[in-house]
Every structure is written in C-alpha cells, then in structure tokens.
C-alpha cells in the first residue's frame, strides 16, 4: 500500500490527465503550498503542485538569471518543455521571488487558459493579515466561480475544508508512528507520502493514507535505524538525495520541509467560523516559509520541538542553491539546535546533487554521531 | 586585395591571409608567455603557407582577447564581429553562429547581411568551453580526439552534473568507480557541455541555419551531443578555429562589412 | 573639438552637503538627546519624523553602496558576513551591513579621519516588497544583540489592481506601527510632522522625475554616474524638506543645461540606459563609454524611478503630480497615511515584483522617449529584487527593436565582477552598434 | 589541461615510501593498514603496533582499485611483508569503497582527523586537509574524534588540483612554488579570478604585463590561503591548529594562512600528505583489537 505514493509521485502527469477524463473537471498548476486548496477543491478543480523534474535541461537560460534557485528553473522548465500542457489553469500564493519567476515566465511563454496571482500576505504576524487575505479569498473565490462556471457555496468550502483536513489529520498519524524507536517507514516513503498528497485527489490520498496506517501498524524497516535525523530546511523532493542519506546508516523521522510537515501540519479550524475566514486563519498561522517569518522567527522553537520530539539525534539542512529567505534562517536555526546537542550538516541543493560529494560529508556527518569507540 | 586576419585567442594565436575571399594561407602557435614572439611566429607560418613575402598584405586586421597587442594592425574588431564576418562570408544562409573555443563560449545571431543583432558570452565558467573537455579527457587518461570518437559509440546518456571543470573530473573518476563505460563517460562529458552550451545560445534564440565555429567544433563527440540537444544539424567550415582570423581578414579588405 | 559644451554641475557642493549631514546627524543624535532609527531605502520614513525633528535614520541600501565604493573595507565586511554564515549569495548591501556591524566600524567617517564604531540605532523601522527586506533587519537584530524592529507589508500587488482592501492592509500596520512607535520611545507622535513629512515626499520623489524627464533632451544634461550621486538624496531620506528643496534647485538648474544645450558627455553619438544597481566600485565603465564611444547613459529606470514616482499618462511615462498639487488637503492621521500608502503603491520600481511586463512596458517607453539606440541591463548578482525577470525584460526589449547587452556582476561584491570581462563585451556591443570608436 | 599533462610535468610532485628498519614486523602483534585513495594522490600506511612503520605516495589513476594495490604494493617493498601479514586494513579517500582488501570504508575527513592527532599530539584541535580536490577544515577533540567539520563547495580554487594547473603554466616543479612565492618584498595585490581555469589567463596576463613569476605566484597563494581561512573561520579555529593534505608543504600557502589568521599551524613531523592513511591504519588496529576481544 506504502508503494502506491510513489507510483502515483512517479506517474504524476498520467494521473492528472485520468483525472480529467475521468471527472472532465479542470486541473489547477500551482506554485507554492500557500495556495489555498480548500478553496480549490470546493470549486471542483483538482490542485497539483509543479514540481521540477531533477533532470538536466537547456530551456530556462532565456527567462530566468542563474542566480536564482534551482527548483524554480527546474519547474518552469517543466512547462517550457511542454510536460504540464494537460493544465487548464495555473495559479501563485505570494511567497519567494525565486518561484513567482517560474509562474510568471510560465504565464508568459506556455499556453494557459487561466492564471490568478494570489497576493498572500507576508506579514502573517500582524493582525491586519487575516482581513486582507480574506477580502483577496473572495476574489479568488469569484475568479474560480468565473473560470469553473460553479458557484461555491458554503457548503462546498466545508466539503473543501474536511478534505483536505482529513487528509491532514491521517498523515499527522503516520507522523506519529515515525516516533517509534523502530520506525514502520523511512524518510524516502514518507516524502512520497507527503509529495503525492500534492499531486492527486485529497480524498483519495486520504483513503491510501487511511489503509496504509493498517499496514504500518506492524511494519518495520527491515534495517538498522541508525542515526535518527530531522532533514529540514526549503523544497526537497530531491529522492536520489534522500535515499543515499539513508543508505548510509541513517532514517529520516521527521522534517520540516514545504514537501514534508510545513505543508500539511495546521488544520482549518472551522469553530462556528465562516469558512472562508476559517482557511485564511489557517494560511496566516500555518507554519511559515521564511520569507513570511518575521520579524519573530517562529520556525525556530518548532524546529527543536520537532527535533526533539522525535528524537532526533542531527539535523540535515537543506537549502535550494541561492534560496535567500532560507539563507537569512539557516544560521539561527543552526545555532538553536546545536545549543540542543543536535549536529548539524549543511548542504546545498542543485537541479542534481553530486551524490559521490555529498556521500563524503554524510558519512562523515554520521560518523560524528556514531557512538562506537575506535578511539 | 589581399589582406590578413590576425586572432590573438586565450589559448592560440591563429593568422590568416586572403586575396579576394581565397584563403593563401594560415598560421597558428599556442599562445606563451611573450606575446609579441607568438605574433611574429604565427605570421611567420602564414606567409611560408601562403608562400608569399610580408609586404604583399595590403591591409591587416586583429581580433581576439589580445588584439590590442598587435601594435602594427591598421584596426580592430572584436570576436564577435570577426566571427559574424567570417560565418556570413562562408554560410550566407546561417542566421545563428556558436563558437566554443578553450576558454570562452559565444552564441551571435546575425541578419541576412550578417550583422550581429545579439550576442551571449558564457558567463565566468569554463564548464561551457574547451577547457572542459580537456580536463575530462585527463581524468579519462585518454587524448582529446580519442574522447570525441569513442562518445559516439555510447548508446546510453548518463546525466552528469557539469559545474565546474575541475570538480567534472571527480565527476568523471565517480564514473569510473560505478563501472561506467568509457564511451558513456564521454558521451556524458559531452552532453554536460552541449547542455551549457545551448542553454547559452537559447539566449540569443537558435535561429537556423547554425553555424558552429571555434576549435572544439573539431571534437566529433561534443558536435553529436550539440546537434541532439539543438535538434538540428549544425554547418562546419573545415577550419573552424580560423573563422574569427577569417573575418577580420575579410573586413580588412572590405569584403566584409 | 567637443561636439557640444559642457560645465559642471553647480548644485553638486550642496548634494555632498547633505549627504554628509546625513550620515553625521545619525552617529551624532544621541548627543543631543535625539533618536537613531535604521530601516530600508524604501521605507515610510515619513511615519518616524512624527516623533520629532531630532529623529535621525540610516538608510541601509545606500548605506552597504558607501561600504561598496570603500574596496578594501567592504572586502573585510564581506568577509566578516561570510565567516559569521551568512551565505555569499546573499544581497551584497546587505552583507556589507553587518559587516560593518561585526567589525563595528562605521561605513562613513569625516573626510581625512578614521572610521569610529558603527552606531547602533534605537529601532528598526522597515518595509517589505523584496524577500530580503525584513529578514534583512531580523539578521541586524541578532547581530546588535536584539532590537525593537517594526516592519510594514506593502505587497499588495500591482498599483493598476490597488484595492481598497489592499491600502486598509497597509494603513492599518502603519497606524499599528506609530502606536508602536509611541510605545517604543516614550515619546508622543505628532501628526503635523508626519503631514509635512508626506508632503515632502511626494515632493522630492515627483520632481526627481521631472528632472530625469529632462534626460531626453539632447544633448542629454546628465550622464547616470553623475545621476547616482544626485537620485541618491532620495534614498536617504525622501522626507526631508532639504531633499525636496535641494531637488526643487537642481530641477532649475537642469532646465537651464537643457535650454542651454549643455551636454553632459561632450561628444554625445549615442544614447543608452542600464537597469540596476551598477557594480559600484567599477563606475568607470561610464567614463570609458563616453570617452571612448561618445555614448551617454541618460539613466535607467533604477535611477529614475527606485525612488522617483511616475504614471503612466496617455501612453506617456511622466512624472507623476505630487497630490498637493492636485489640490489634496491632508488634514488628519488616517488621511496622511492613506495618502502615503497610495502614492508609494504607484512606485515603478515596485511593479515588477508582481510581473516583469510592467517593467518591460515602462523601459521600452524609456528607450523611445529617452531616443536610445541600445540596452545595457546589469544581471547583478547583489539584488535579486531588482533583478528579478530581467531576463524577461531583456527579451521583451529586444522584441520591441531595441538592441541589449547584458553584463554580469555585483553592485556590492567586487569579486563578482570582471572589469576586463565586461569592457570586452562593451566592445563587442558598441561594434554591433556600429559606434565609431572616438581616438 | 590534457596537454599540459603530455608535454610538460611541472605539477608531478615527487612519488616516495619509505620504511623504518628499527622495526620488526614479525614480531608484532597486530599490523593494521590504512589505503587512501584521493582524486589527485594515494597513500599507503602501514603500524606495526600502532606503531609506524612504512608507507608510500604516489599519483592516482583513472582506476581507483590499481591505484590503491599500487600503494599498497609499493609500501610493501623491501618489507618482506605480504598482504597475507595484514591483519586489517581500512580505505580511505574518495576511492575508499574501491579499496579491494579494505574491511571498512571510512571517510577521509574521520581518518585526518586521527591521522592529525596522532601526528601531532592531542593537543591539535582544528585540522585544515588541503586536498587535491576539495578543502576541509576539521574540528576534532582531544582523542582525535570529529566534532565538526566544513568542506568547501562549487569551486576548485583552493585545491591542490588548481596548484598544480598553477605550477604547470609557469613551469616551476610543484614543490618549489611555495619557497619561490616568498620572494617577494611586498604583497601583490589578490588575484581576482579564483576559477582554476581562469586564473590561468589571469596568471598569462599578468606575465604578459612584466609581472615577475614569484609576484604571480605570490598573488594566487594568497587568493588560496584566504578562501581557505574563510572557511576555517566560518568553522571557528581553535589552537593548536595543523595543516595536513600536499599543500601542507607549500609554505607559501601555509605561511599565508598563519599570518591571515593570526596563527601559527604545527610544524610537521611526517609527510602531511600521510595523514588519511595514518589515520585509516589506526581505525584499522582499532577494529582489529575490537575484533579479536569479542571473540
């Protein structure tokens, strides 16, 4: 059951256009998990993340300056390259200005029907937020209306909001089962867990993600655990990556990553609330990318509970090659962990990583962390 | 008129003297440290090839990153005009013209009157230039055209990650580790830098017809990997290191403009 | 024999005056009892001039530009930055900031003296378009030991979508901030000063315009080296009454050059703009264009509009008439923030952070009212707010005729720019130019 | 660079192994064995006891597993040793999973670290590896453990590839260019190109502006020794610090590094280019004896 995440991570693009023909209903692209699926779902769109492809490519050079981050060249190569051409619309949260290239290169030189930049606020930490994002949630919500030809009625934004909560809320569970000493899963299957959820029918992921608890409840690795490590830091769905870490005598148990928990670990809390305003609180509050972090850094403390709820012995930060927002973090959330016990390894993110280079540091990373007295 | 093109490049000093678009003769020496002796000896080569004396050149231009050093050239041009002047004169019809030498990549798009409308310069890396290649095929321990032939014998691409030249060839020892295949290694070394090469010519838009110029286009395994990437077959004069000498020739003698 | 007459800009002293009151008054205040704020380039310096008249910033971009023209200080601040883990991709005026923190050196120092400790501000007070800019502050923060620090969202989006909803956002955090502002320094907020304040910055920032409007005569008045030193000012402090004056004398002084057809490059044949930050501690580079090419930068939309305010009229970039002038009366709080908040949303600069068309649209009318015969579009590795799609900018000015050149390299970090690099391919541009050369 | 290879051998350092006659191998008890196999160079060492008693250096080939017996085999020389007497041996180095009779596989940055402590006494607590192709600065405790380490990304410059690209194009023999980088009166100014590709017509230019060879030479060590304290501040120093890896014997870089930081690095008492296998070869007597006691 576990394997039916990555099958559908793999065959993301057959899935999608099934979808339609199945469902003949339109398929959303978007660009950052600030976008409010609720709100998608309720209008019958079914929203997948663009997501890059981690293969060498030739076509991005015009649109976007090298010193930008990788994912975003990686993605919009996607699109240049004609792989997402299934894709009635595309949309944006406001977030990085690394990935609002990719979106508006994409809206500029591939074929799209409909486009909509939301501006999500970055100020999530004033109360002025909350209002502003409701009042740009009633535009999206009417350009959806428009572009769809449904109406969204309440209820159809409660429908939206159990979705996707229940999603949620399962794989918080599977979350919990990383906390066992022998954990049921490993870094690698829980990435495709969380990615896949960004790809396919919420209710559908919910119902894998419901079987495969069962399944979970008595699995193991069928491996030594070894090290237990917090991986963190921006976009990661880099698996060649994530697999070599754990080839070395190493398992994942937690992450805070937009493809791991940052994407999925808040509710929609509805509590007698009007739904629209219920998601925005949600979005505002939800555990922040970096850009929107301040000027408290509230990732920080959550970080460490993380890491120290599960367990972890070291953390692997992650960071797309250029990506400032996560650069203007790093050295803070390094020091609080180390002040923890927790080493620390960084490592650096491109379109591909050298595998030979980093196996060097990561082995040499648990070899810090190793216990065995050679010495 | 017959008239010399001097290229003063970061790696060779290459002459060339014309009479009426007629190439008499050609002279390189690999550039040392006293560049006024490589000046004098790579005309030297040009005027025993063309097999006439010193004063029968009317007119000499230079062009490359050393031009400024050949005190006695009636003027310059840079090379980008040199080389858009020497593709229009050989392939009127090229419209796009890439020439990777040892160090520099240059993408130029040119007019129907082959006047440069663009240009993109690979940018500080040499992981798009000759440069690479050479590194590759030391690490290979193999020689240069060696690397060219047997990449068209692979059959299988292996995605490499062309950063830099230096950290390529742990790349390529990586390669070596995992077993792969020699051909599969240079065809991988090959199409790492084609890769960086078209992302570089996408830039001024690959209009055809393309001409490739420079002396890695004499590297058969790194054109195949080209023309895959470019989905089109690329023109190849058969000097090809000799076309931006060529052109300031021709401007010289004002049969390029 | 000169093409045209030239003279030296007589308004220059005073610009050099007021740049240099600026940097003394900060390191200066606390001596007389004043308060010293730090916050960005583009911030709502109006809203803190409401605490009183000895209430002096640091503005941090021009700030990390002065460390960058100071080579050998701003190789040890970036340096320090770097050795801190601070990554060197990072803004390069930003680097060069705390910098100057780490090695608590003060980035500007009285003609002929050595540089004193940097002097460390009461509070932040910062806005936010750029991913950069309140991260930017937290990193100050942490590095001063912690500081109160007050940031204002202003992302709302384009100014031809400005929403109602969009300026309530953004008035309500700064009625949010002045209250914090109060809490803060114990001092009482003073609405008529923020009014003059917002005065005074529609003014400065609209007759900046007008006078880069006057860039299209030609000869052109003002080459954008000269520009730098001059548009400068605004990103100090745009709401002071000496900005606005100063620019008042220079807008009279300009109009005469034009009347007078004095040039600013003597033999002005050809005419370009650039985009961006320049490299600094390179401006060279302009010299080198006009006096071996005779060809002018009149500016670029960096220096006409990172802090000048234009509209789009008829299909006309112009100046954009400062409210007063339209007869707006500001009579309270609410109404001065409302005002400010408006009149900031329409700031080209800010418009390509949503799509790089807007930008494209304006710099294609530059290179046809400007009458350019060609683009010089800094790629800067420093800035990735300003250089955010200038790829996309690059193809659109190509499609509309104009021929571009791009250069690569760091307005604030030196090893990122190759001066020898770089002339090669002005070379190479000039030539596809046909610009014959001047010797 | 493949020509440079063929026509001229400037950057060929000097291969060697070496053997201390005072001791009896066939009286010791436990020989352990450590094989480092970097991008540029491989390392043999061999303890008898803990104790040293030979090793080789010599240049990396395309194959890594020939290149390791190559050490092996040639540390072994007149020793009178086989690798039957061997009782452990771990690999090291870039090619450390390709060391054919290698036991264990542990990374080089482990191994300098210990190869330092033992080189250097316990006292050593940062350890700065200049390799062939990568840079590390190690910060290790006083039993030779790591405790911290960074190795430097995207670029070669600082390398020990890129001295000898260096080395080749002015045609001084590698092992002179430290010394002849010191006769200058007064520092050149940085060069600015650190890409080892471009530093070299950097390097050509400024030879072509009449800039003596030393001046050169002396501008490039100094552009090496500050990315290099970069990253070992960046890391934090702590004394005593010690430079292992070949560019530990370029004095003109080491000298840099002292004066930039403000520190002095320990006189080498062994050829720092030994330092991984040493360390290997004292995994390896551990593992042994860890072996032998379960049993």
Sequence with gaps: MIDTFQERYENRHEYAKQWKDKTGGKVLGYFCTYVPEEICIAAGVLPVRILGSHEPQDVTEPHIFAMYCPFCRDCLAQGLEGKYDYLDGISIAQSCLHIRQAYTSWELHVPTDWSYYLPMPHHVQSPRAVPYLLAEYEKFKKALEDWTGNKITDDDLKRGIETVNKDRQLMKQVYELRKREDPPLSGLESMYMVVSSQLIDKGEHARIVEDSLKELEDRTLGRPVGQRLIILGSENDDHEFIKMVESCGSTFVIDDHCTGTRYFWDQVSLNGEDPLTAIAKRYVNRVPCPTKDWPVRTRVPHIVSLAKDWDASGAVILQQKFCDPHELDIPAIKSALEEEGLATLFLELDVTVPIGQFKTRVEAFLEILDEEDLF | MISAGIDVGAKNVKVLIQEDGKVLGKGSVLAGLDMGADIKEAFDAAFKDAGIARDKVEKLYATGAGRNEVKDADDSYTEVGADAAGVAYLYPEARTVIDVGAEEGRAIRVDERGKVVDFAINERCAAGAGAFTEAMARALEMPLEELGKISLTSTKAVPMNAQCAVFGESEVVSLIHQKTEKRDIARAVHDAMATRITSMARRVGVQPEVALIGGVAKNVGFVESLERDLELEVMIPDDPEFVSALGAALLAAGIAK | ?439 | MAEDTNSKEYWRWTESNWRDPDIDWKAGEIISVGIDVGSVSSQAVILVDGKLYAYSNMRTGSDSPKSAENAMDWALEGTGMTQDDIHYVVGTGYGRVNVPFAKRAITEIACHARGANFMYGPTIKTVLDMGGQDCKAIRVDQKGKVVAFLMNDKCAAGTGRGMEVFANLLGIHITEVGEMSLRVEEEPPMVSSTCVVFAKSEASGLLREGWPKEKVLAAYCLAMAHRVVDLLERLGVEEDFAITGGIGKNVGVVSRIEKELGIKALKPTLDTQIAGALGGALFARALEQKGRKSK
């Design chain 3, 1 to 439: 024999m000169a093409k045209y007459k030239t003279a030296p800009l007589k308004s220059w002293e005073r610009a050099k005056e007021i740049r240099a009151d600026y940097y003394r008054n900060y390191a200066a205040a606390h001596e007389k009892g004043g308060l010293r704020w730090a916050g960005g380039a583009w911030t709502f310096d109006a809203i803190p001039a409401g605490l009183g008249d000895d209430v002096y910033p640091i503005t941090s971009e021009p700030y990390g530009a002065t460390i960058a023209f100071q080579k050998d200080f701003s190789d040890r601040c970036l340096q320090a930055a770097e050795r801190a883990g601070y990554a060197r991709d990072l803004c390069a005026y930003m680097r060069n900031y705390w910098g100057s923190i780490l090695l608590n050196e003060y980035g500007w120092a009285e003609p002929g003296e050595e540089r004193k400790p940097f002097p460390k501000p009461d509070f932040i007070w910062q806005d936010h378009i750029c991913c950069s800019h309140a991260k930017w502050y937290q990193v100050v923060s942490d590095l001063e030991g912690g500081l109160p620090m007050f940031c204002v969202d202003v992302s709302v989006g384009p100014y031809e979508h400005t929403t109602e909803h969009g300026i309530d956002y953004i008035v309500g955090q700064m009625h949010d901030g002045i209250e914090w502002l109060e809490k803060t320094t114990g001092r009482k907020y003073d609405d008529e000063k923020l009014i003059q304040a917002v005065y005074n910055t529609c003014r400065s920032t609209s007759t900046w315009a007008e006078i880069c409007a006057l860039n299209q005569a030609i000869p052109a008045p003002l080459e954008e080296k000269t520009m730098y030193s001059l548009y400068v000012l605004g990103t100090l402090q745009k709401s002071s009454k000496d900005v606005a004056d100063f620019y008042d004398e220079l807008l009279a002084e300009v109009q005469d050059r034009v009347d007078n057809q004095i040039a600013a490059v003597e033999n002005e044949q050809t005419r370009v703009m650039t985009d961006t930050q320049p490299p600094w501690a390179f401006l060279r580079v302009f010299r080198y264009l006009a006096s071996r090419y005779g060809t002018v930068s009149v500016g670029s939309l960096y220096t006409f509009a990172l802090i000048g305010n234009w509209i789009w009229d008829n299909g006309k970039f112009v100046p954009r008439p400062t409210p007063q002038s339209q007869g707006v009366e500001i009579k309270d709080r609410d109404q001065a923030l409302r005002v400010l908040t408006e009149w900031e949303l329409s700031k080209p600069e800010w418009q390509h952070f949503y799509h790089p068309k807007y930008k494209s649209d304006m710099m294609i009318q530059i290179a046809k009212d400007w009458k350019l015969d060609g683009v010089m579009l800094h790629y800067n590795r420093g800035c990735e707010g300003l250089s955010l799609g200038i790829a996309e900018n690059r193809l659109a000015i190509l499609e509309s005729g104009f021929p571009v050149m791009v250069f690569e390299g760091n307005m604030g970090d030196e090893r990122e720019f190759d001066e020898a690099r770089t002339m090669a391919r002005i070379d190479s541009f000039m030539e596809s130019l046909g610009v014959p050369k001047l010797d």
